[in-house]
T-cell receptor
Framework: DAEITQSPRHKITETGRQVTLACHQT?????MFWYRQDLGHGLRLIHY???????NKGEVSDGYSVSRSNTEDLPLTLESAASSQTSVYFC?????????FGPGTRLTVT | KQEVTQIPAALSVPEGENLVLNCSFT??????LQWFRQDPGKGLTSLLL?????REQTSGRLNASLDKSSGRSTLYIAASQPGDSATYLC????????????FGEGTQLTVNP
């Protein structure tokens, strides 16, 4: 079955380290998104892409970057991890206006 | 800026009860509205998608309505079961946003046996 996967599912890193979270979908969807979910803030959009080589900033993009070299993958990189980036990160893709979510990555920055 | 509010933040009901979850949004210029379910430690599962031209959508015991002009949507759950316990989120796709969604913070539902 087609699906959207994220790895790792859990990650602990130290302040200042570079971290990359992977997102892979097998549906061949063009539109992909990264969100973070925090208590009191709900889900907030970090970055999104509408196709290969296309990337756009969301509402909380500072300290994050993405790249889109193929349709299936949209990796999210934290350039220099900060404690404020401790969160649960979700990747999503869109088909026929409906968003489908991955299982999430719980990131802890110590 | 579009804002989405869900009331109540938490709800506890006995099994078998019919219930309504509410979602309101500040800008009526939306393309669609989507209801999701999130179980603890899990991702979001899409429940229902309502296009802006539609008034309601149904799936099994779930019925979602949309009143775009008043900026409101409701999710009706019939004959609730303990397995319905989860957090329910609504999200709107604002006009001119591409495929981006704006989310509410969710309603945490507990159905007691």
């Amino acid at each position: 079955d087609a699906e959207i996967t994220q790895s790792p599912r859990h990650k602990i890193t130290e302040t200042g380290r570079q971290v990359t979270l992977a997102c892979h979908q097998t549906w061949n969807h063009n539109n992909m998104f990264w969100y973070r979910q925090d208590l009191g803030h709900g889900l907030r959009l970090i970055h999104y892409s509408y196709g290969v080589q296309d990337t756009n900033k969301g509402e909380v993009s500072d300290g994050y970057s993405v790249s889109r070299s193929n349709t299936e993958d949209l990796p999210l990189t934290l350039e220099s991890a900060a404690s404020s980036q401790t969160s649960v990160y979700f990747c999503a893709s869109v088909c026929n206006y409906e968003q489908y979510f991955g299982p999430g990555t719980r990131l802890t920055v110590t | 800026k579009q804002e989405v509010t869900q009331i109540p933040a938490a709800l506890s009901v006995p099994e078998g009860e019919n219930l309504v979850l509410n979602c309101s949004f500040t800008d009526s210029a939306i393309y669609n509205l989507q209801w999701f379910r999130q179980d603890p430690g899990k991702g979001l599962t899409s429940l229902l998608l309502i296009q802006s031209s539609q008034r309601e959508q149904t799936s099994g015991r779930l019925n979602a309505s949309l009143d775009k002009s008043s900026g409101r949507s409701t999710l009706y759950i019939a004959a609730s079961q303990p397995g319905d316990s989860a957090t329910y989120l609504c999200a709107v796709r604002p006009g001119g946003s591409g495929s981006r969604l704006t989310f509410g913070e969710g309603t945490q539902l507990t159905v007691n046996p």
